[in-house]
């Protein structure tokens, strides 16, 4: 592009002097001069302007007179390129800079994504005035980094502070109820959720393939023995082989499953997850700490102030001592029967469930942890990926509390420190694609002391359009509401001018 504007700043300049050419012309393209006459009225011939094999000769006009069409033809196709360029802007007789109708979206620009280049990888960046911090590329797959000393250790025990100010709440509660409707909401037969189970098209249900889908369940984790005791307690499997073919399955009466669910009371390590949250905001009137944080992960992530304040806010979470996370995806793939949580208020589409769209997450640790607590990447830089190899010979790959260490990648917790990542792939054309399934993470078992996290999400629709849309209305609501219409859990603005001690 450097060589290209050097190239067409001289061709401007040309424009302007080809109607004066500074050049000499040849005897053929010169205008046409009376002869002087003599006083006996005889023609004086006219002198010539150099030597018949000077540089006025006949084949140095020759040359010449080809470089000068030449150059005149690329000074004709950059104007033409400048006019067809503007298009509308200069034959529209209309204003360019007409008010924008209440129907028109916008078109958003390509989402930045940062560059892995190699694992180990290190470039030096400067999020604060003054001060540098380093971002280390951890895997590929998924774009996963690390930056050491995101957070000072005052910034960290502020938010601990005003977390515990706020109040935690349980992170998981059991939906039984809500989980049950809207599975009668999908109108799956029985044979048709067979199908749906069995992956390997077998027509037999292992137990495997039954674990691999208890992400969808109600939120207890299962485990092989879980599943058959809850076999053996329905009679789903006769012959207690731990495999059920479709007859069996079939015979099966759902409800029954259901009342086994709600009747086996889940312990905490049962859990999916077993922590303890709240939110804090981060908006306009927020604390100027809980301000600067997300000015900061703006610089680093890149991306449109619009989208970055617009996102989810900091969610800051304890695990005690015996906490964990089994391994699970941030973000939802968008189906025709779901749509993103931070679009769906905009969009005037039902539809029965919905997911969150989180384009990227950025975890701090907020204190160093005493045993356990790192974050595990099952799959991290695996050359391929297969959700069923996730489970083999008892061994359940997302179970952060048995199997943490045989994990691809651990990230162990240190003050201060950020790592993020990316939970899409890139659609090719500057957007969001598929879920990155290499995104798979989880918080391993805290086995002594308390781990405290921070999440900050990045919200992305899939749909560039919807999220365009989004985009707009809340502008719409921030020019008619004002920066003083914050939500009511912002509690955190009443600290905004208070000191606190850290």
């Given at each position: ?52 094999r ?7 006009f ?5 470089f ?21 802007e ?22 930045t ?24 590329t ?6 996963l ?45 029985q ?23 208890t ?43 259901h ?16 922590s ?33 304040e ?10 005690g ?44 640790y907020?204190n ?48 201060g420190?950020?790592?993020f ?12 694609g598929e ?22 999400w ?38 905004s ?6």
């Amino acid at each position: 592009m450097a060589a290209a504007a050097a190239v067409q700043r001289p061709e401007a300049e040309t424009v302007e002097e080809a109607s004066d050419p500074q050049w000499p012309l040849p005897p053929e393209h010169r205008p046409s001069v009376p002869a002087t006459r003599t006083g006996d009225g005889e023609e004086a011939p006219v002198r010539p302007l150099c030597k018949p094999r000077g540089i006025c000769s006949r084949a140095y006009f020759l040359v010449l007179m080809v470089f000068v069409h030449l150059y005149l033809g690329n000074v004709l196709a950059l104007l033409l390129f400048v006019h067809y360029s503007n298009g509308d802007e200069s034959t529209d007789p209309k204003p360019q800079h007409q008010e924008e109708s209440p129907q028109s979206v916008p078109t958003l620009g390509p989402l930045t994504r940062l560059e892995g280049i190699k694992v180990g990888h290190e470039r030096k960046v400067q999020l604060v005035a003054g001060r540098d911090h380093f971002i280390r590329t951890l895997s590929l797959k998924p774009l996963l980094f690390e930056i050491p000393g995101f957070l000072s250790d005052e910034e960290c025990r502020l938010i601990i502070h005003l977390a515990q100010m706020k109040g935690l709440q349980r992170s998981q509660i059991l939906p039984t109820e809500e989980y049950e409707e809207a599975m009668s909401t999908m109108q799956l037969s029985q044979v048709d959720l067979f199908q749906l189970l069995d992956q390997n098209h077998d027509g037999r249900l292992q137990l495997r393939e039954v674990l691999a889908q208890t992400r969808l369940g109600n939120g207890r984790w299962m485990t092989p023995e879980n599943i058959q005791e809850m076999y053996a307690a329905i009679k789903a499997d006769p012959d207690g082989d731990g495999v059920l073919s479709l007859q069996e399955f079939t015979n099966m009466d759902l409800r029954d499953f259901h009342k086994y669910m709600r009747s086996h009371k889940a312990e905490s390590e049962e859990l999916v997850r077993n922590s303890h949250h709240t939110w804090l905001h981060q908006g306009e009137g927020a604390h100027h700490v809980m301000r600067a944080i997300r000015q900061r992960v703006l610089r680093l992530t890149r991306l449109s102030p619009e989208i970055v304040e617009l996102s989810e806010p900091l969610q800051v979470v304890r695990y005690g001592e015996g906490g964990h996370y089994h391994a699970h995806v941030d973000s939802g793939p968008v189906y025709p029967e779901t749509i993103c949580s931070h679009t769906k208020l905009v969009v005037n589409e039902s539809v029965p469930f919905e997911t969150s769209c989180r384009y990227m997450t950025v975890l701090f640790y907020l204190n160093n942890v005493t045993g356990g607590g790192e974050t595990v990447f099952p799959v991290a830089d695996n050359r391929t990926y297969d959700e069923m190899s996730l489970i083999r010979d008892d061994v359940d790959l997302r179970d952060t509390r048995r199997h943490c260490d045989k994990g691809n990648l651990r990230v162990k917790p240190q003050q201060g420190t950020a790592v993020f990542w990316y939970n899409y792939l890139p659609d090719g054309q500057g957007w969001v694609g598929e879920v990155d399934d290499y995104s798979l993470h989880g918080g391993c078992l805290v086995t002594r002391g308390t781990k405290w996290i921070a999440n900050n999400w990045i919200n992305v629709d899939p749909s560039r359009a919807r999220q365009a849309l989004f985009q707009q209305e809340m502008a719409r609501l921030a020019r008619e509401d004002g920066a003083d219409s914050q939500p009511e859990w912002a509690l955190d603005r009443a600290y905004s001018e208070a000191r606190v001690e850290l």
